[in-house]
């Protein structure tokens, strides 16, 4: 049977080192072909795109304390899919410019996790057959 992410190239955005751990592993037992986490603003830089081939995103809205908004329209700009992965409830202001992205608020299920992650990532794939 195929896994929900066989052969996703995941972008992880956490800065939380243990909740990173988990959820690239995660990603890697549900069918991911690689995950690149980056854990600092600093290093959320839009080469990151190019250089990993990235056909996915986990996208935490903040990082300490910047705001990764702007790298969330840099995402949607190169069409590439992704979710938010959040301590901010999605009702949140931040979260009013990306209608139609799926916010999963921490302490989250690792099944609605993936779900989403796996949903908003097939039906891109779909739309370029």
Same mark, same amino acid.
């Given at each position: 049977?195929?896994?929900?992410?066989?052969?996703? /190239? %995941?972008?992880? %955005?956490?800065?939380?080192?243990?909740?990173?751990?988990?959820?690239?592993?995660?990603? =890697?037992?549900?069918?991911? $072909?690689?995950?690149?986490?980056?854990?600092?603003?600093?290093?959320?830089?839009?080469?990151?795109?190019?250089?990993?081939?990235?056909?996915?995103?986990?996208?935490?809205?903040?990082?300490?304390?910047?705001?990764?908004?702007?790298?969330?329209?840099?995402?949607? +700009? /190169? =069409?590439?899919?992704?979710?938010? $992965?959040?301590?901010? $409830? $999605?009702?949140?202001? %931040?979260?009013?410019?990306?209608?139609? %992205? /799926?916010?999963?608020?921490?302490?989250?299920? +690792?099944?609605?996790?993936?779900?989403?992650?796996?949903?908003?990532?097939?039906?891109?794939?779909?739309?370029?057959?």
């Amino acid at each position: 049977m195929k896994k929900p992410l066989h052969g996703a /190239r %995941v972008l992880l %955005v956490e800065d939380e080192a243990m909740i990173a751990m988990n959820i690239e592993q995660l990603c =890697r037992e549900h069918g991911a $072909a690689d995950v690149v986490t980056i854990a600092s603003f600093e290093a959320l830089v839009p080469e990151v795109l190019d250089t990993g081939n990235i056909s996915t995103a986990i996208l935490d809205i903040k990082l300490s304390d910047q705001w990764t908004d702007d790298f969330a329209r840099l995402l949607q +700009e /190169r =069409r590439i899919p992704f979710i938010f $992965a959040t301590g901010y $409830a $999605a009702g949140h202001q %931040v979260f009013e410019p990306f209608a139609g %992205v /799926r916010v999963i608020e921490k302490p989250y299920r +690792e099944s609605d996790l993936i779900d989403a992650l796996a949903d908003v990532w097939s039906n891109s794939v779909s739309d370029r057959v």
